[in-house]
């Protein structure tokens, strides 16, 4: 009986077994198959990448050579750029340069012409007819005081500038440049006063004339401005190197000596104008008097300053002066 089971158990595990003998057996036969298919489709796939490899290399490289073209383009646009604006500058300098030049030709003859017609002035007074002799004078035609529309407040405006730093250039030597102290700055004060108005006395008799064009509102702005620049300068040599209000009401009160004087000296008719220099001395002890007694009067010095300092800060900014040194 135990040799009959045995038996049985091994048929029925030989039908077990045949059947994965079989799929066995066509599992060998069918692996050369689809490994030889895989290799074909590796072999492929290699292929396409090579040739995919190969194109996008071709691409990048044409894509490198046109931004290199681009590259090269655009430099060159941008040198030829620079060349432009820097030929441009070149020009733009070279022009504004010619118009300097031009300028300051203009100008020599300008003050030339004005330099001869003061000549003329006490003829013919501070008219456009001295300016035309002058100009004749030099060598130029009359018509060339077209050059000069404000007809004879141009020669008056030339006479007190050249006047002024004439003075401040005087004034320099006597300070060493203001570097030096002045032992009597009321005196100093004084004498700056009277050096100026004898530069107006050989035209005393002509100078009611140069005063009324001084007056006219469409040449008071260039009058004012040559007078406070004068008081300044003449403050500064002095020694004055205030930052208080007083700055301003010194010289406010020097403006008003120096124009009070000049009006005295058109009616001066002692020897020498000695009357003209004794009223302005007597006029600047007055104004340091004044000084004095303001500084004793504290609420009234204030109102007193600040007026002046009102009037001379209004008449400072329409003018656009400054003031200021280095």
Known sequence: MASVRCLEK??????????????????????????????????????E???????????????????????????????ATQNETGQGAGGNQQESGEQSAKQAKVDAIREQILDAALEHVPQHGWT??????????????????????????????HFNGKCNAQLVQSLKQKTGSGQQEVENPLDFLVQAVRQRMEMIAPYKAQWPQAMSLIAQPQHASTALAQVLTLVDDICYYSGDRSVDFGWYTRRIGLATIMKMTELYLLQDTSAGHT????????RMDEAVQLQM?????????HTFQRSFNSA???ARNILGLGFKRT
Request: charged residues 25%; proline residues 3%.
């Open 275 to 282: 009357q003209t220099w004794d009223f302005l001395k007597n």
């Open 312 to 314: 001379f800060i209004t």
């Open 128 to 157: 456009r007819q001295s300016i035309v002799l002058g100009a004749e004078q030099c060598g130029y035609p009359s018509v060339v005081h077209g050059m000069f529309p404000e007809g004879g407040f141009a020669l008056v405006s």
């Open 293 to 301: 007694a303001l500084s004793q009067t504290e609420g009234m010095t």
């Open 49 to 79: 990448k090579s040739t995919a490899n190969g194109s996008l290399e071709d691409f990048r490289a044409r894509e490198e050579q046109l931004e290199r073209e681009r590259d090269a383009a655009e430099e060159a646009a941008a040198k």
């Open 10 to 47: 091994l048929f029925r595990l030989q039908k077990l077994l045949l059947p994965l003998h079989a799929q066995s057996c066509r599992l060998h036969r069918q692996l050369p198959l689809a490994a030889a298919s895989l290799a074909r489709g590796y072999a492929k796939d290699a292929t």
